[in-house]
């Protein structure tokens, strides 16, 4: 997994790049309030009675790691999965 910080707010996580379809990330603190934008969402959706927004992903962090992956500073990084019954 490599840092990327959001070109919006600057918050910083670990990503790791799959496929297209599929991004990991991890947070370094909690994401309702280190992400400006999911703290808002947090506090509009608990005010409503709902869960919170940490299964959610920034629209701007899921940008910027889109943008690093097409500026070749983050790679895709192509996942085997283990086969059962099989070695590696």
Partial sequence: MQRISCNQCGTTVLAEKYSAQHTSVQWLDDAASACPRLQLENASAL???KRGT???VCPALHATIDQAVRDGTLTV???AEPVPGRLA
């Fill in 47 to 49: 005010g409503g009675g």
């Fill in 54 to 56: 940490t299964d959610r």
């Fill in 77 to 79: 990084t192509r996942r």
